[in-house]
C-alpha cells in the first residue's frame, strides 16, 4: 500500500459541508437504471453545495487516480443484521472506524518491503455495495444462469485439460469490469483520464483501459462482442453516464471476476459524480435477465490512491500457473495409468493436492466453489 495523504479518518459530521444533495435510498427497480446513491456520506444532507471542477473545455473533471481500498469492511451483500438498513448507526460506525484505524497502523508497520497488502484509512457507513434491491442481496440467478461457473483452474480440483480450464483471470486476460473495480487484497487502483469527447479508464491489475466516447456515437455492431463490452457515454449534469453492452458470455460479476459468468445480453449502467474534493461517488446497475432475476446496483465511494499512481501488474510475464499446473495434471494422468498396469485403483490427485488460496482447503467435485482468489497462482 503506498502512503496515501488524506489526513486521518474523516467523519461524517466533518464532511457534511461539501455537498447539498441527499442520499436516496433505491427502493424498487424500474428498467431504467436509478438514479446516483450518494452513500459517501450516510445518508445525511450537506449544508453546502460543492461544485465539481472542470476541465479546460469545460466538461466535468474526474481526472485522477482513484482506488476502493477505503471499502475495506463493507461487503458486497448485506448482513442479515441490517436488514434494509444502507448505513451503520453511530455507535456501528464508531466500532468501524476504530477497525479502519487500527488496520492503517498495522499496514503502516509492515509497510517493508515491495508488496504488501492494501488496507484502507478511511471509514464509511455502508452496510452493503448493493444498495438495490432493498435488502442489499444480489438476485437470484436464472435457472440458466446457474450453468456457467467461471471454470475454477487452480483452484479448483481438475482435471485441466486444456486452458479454457482456467478462469480469465488465471489466465491474465481479464477480471472484467467490474472484477477490476471491486476491492480486493491490493491493485485496486483506476486512473481516470479525459480529453474533449473521451473518457479513459485504465486499471491497475491486469491493466485493462476502457475507452468511452462521450461524443453521442452509437454503440458497434451487435454482431461485435468484447470481454469489457462497447462503453458510451453522456454527461447529465456533473454526472457521467456510461452505458456498456456487446459483451461476451465468458465474464462474471464477482471479485477479481469469479462466479457466475453473465450473457451476452449484460448491459451496465455506470454513474461517476465527484461530490467532493477526495471523493467520486461510483455506481453500477447490472441488468442481464438472462442470468439474473432482476437488475441489481451497487455504489460506492472512490478515493485517492496512495502514491498517486497505477503500478505495473506483469501478469502474462510472471504467471507460470497454466504450464505447470497442465505439467502436472499431465503427469498425474501418466501416473494413473502406471497404477492402474499394477492393478491399483486410486481417485484422482486433486490439484495443488486439495489446496487453494492460502493452503485452505477446497471443495470436492461438485461441492462449493472456494472463495475468490486474491492473485493468479503461480506469480
Known amino acids: 500500500m503506498r502512503n496515501q495523504v488524506i489526513g486521518a479518518l474523516a467523519t461524517l459530521a466533518a464532511m457534511a459541508g461539501l455537498w447539498n444533495l441527499t442520499a436516496v435510498r433505491a427502493s424498487g427497480q424500474s428498467p431504467a437504471a436509478p438514479p446516483l446513491v450518494v452513500t459517501a456520506f450516510g445518508g445525511e444532507t450537506p449544508k453546502t453545495r460543492y461544485v465539481s471542477p472542470k476541465t479546460e473545455w469545460g466538461e466535468p473533471d474526474l481526472r485522477g487516480v482513484w482506488t476502493t481500498d477505503d471499502t475495506s469492511g463493507i461487503p458486497m451483500a448485506r448482513p442479515a443484521q441490517f436488514g434494509d438498513r444502507l ?20 499496514g503502516d508497520q509492515e509497510a517493508v518491503g515491495a508488496f504488501r497488502f492494501d488496507f484502507a484509512r478511511r471509514a464509511f457507513r455502508q452496510t452493503s455495495l448493493i444498495v438495490d434491491p432493498p435488502d442489499g442481496h ?3 440467478f436464472t435457472p ?7 471454470p475454477r483452474g487452480t483452484y479448483g480440483d481438475g482435471p485441466l485439460d486444456w486452458t479454457t480450464d482456467f478462469s480469465l483471470y488465471e489466465r491474465c486476460i481479464t477480471r472484467g469490469i467490474l ?12 486512473q481516470i483520464a479525459q480529453s474533449p469527447g473521451v473518457v479513459a479508464i485504465t ?9 468511452v466516447h462521450t461524443d453521442g456515437r452509437p454503440h458497434i455492431s451487435p454482431k461485435i462482442q468484447q470481454y469489457l463490452g462497447d462503453s458510451t457515454g453522456r454527461w447529465e449534469g456533473d454526472e457521467l453516464v456510461v452505458e456498456t453492452t456487446n459483451f461476451t458470455n465468458r465474464t462474471a460479476i464477482g471479485l477479481n471476476g469469479n462466479g457466475n459468468r453473465t450473457s451476452t445480453k449484460l448491459k451496465l449502467t455506470e454513474r461517476f459524480k465527484r461530490v467532493a474534493k477526495d471523493i467520486v461517488q461510483y455506481q453500477v446497475t447490472v441488468d442481464d435477465p438472462v442470468t439474473y432475476e432482476r437488475p441489481w446496483t451497487m455504489s460506492m465511494p472512490m478515493t485517492p490512491l496512495d502514491g498517486g499512481r497505477i503500478l505495473p501488474y506483469s501478469c502474462h510475464e510472471g504467471n507460470m500457473a497454466l504450464t505447470q499446473s497442465l505439467g502436472g495434471e499431465r503427469a498425474e494422468d501418466r501416473a494413473l495409468e502406471d497404477d492402474l498396469k499394477k492393478g491399483i485403483v486410486r481417485p484422482r490427485r486433486p490439484v495443488q493436492d486439495g489446496l487453494g488460496v492460502g493452503g485452505a482447503p477446497v471443495g470436492g467435485r461438485g461441492g462449493p466453489p472456494p472463495a475468490p482468489p486474491a492473485s493468479p497462482a503461480g506469480r
Do not use: F, W
Open 138 to 140: 444480489v438476485p437470484a
Open 87 to 106: 448505513y451503520l448507526n453511530d455507535e456501528e460506525y464508531a466500532n468501524r472506524s476504530k477497525q479502519i484505524e487500527r488496520g492503517a497502523e498495522q
Open 179 to 190: 472484477g477490476s473495480t471491486l476491492r480486493v487484497i491490493y491493485g485496486n487502483g483506476a
Open 203 to 211: 486499471y491497475e491489475m491486469i491493466h485493462d483501459t476502457r475507452i
Open 144 to 150: 440458466e444462469g446457474m450453468q456457467r461457473p467461471m
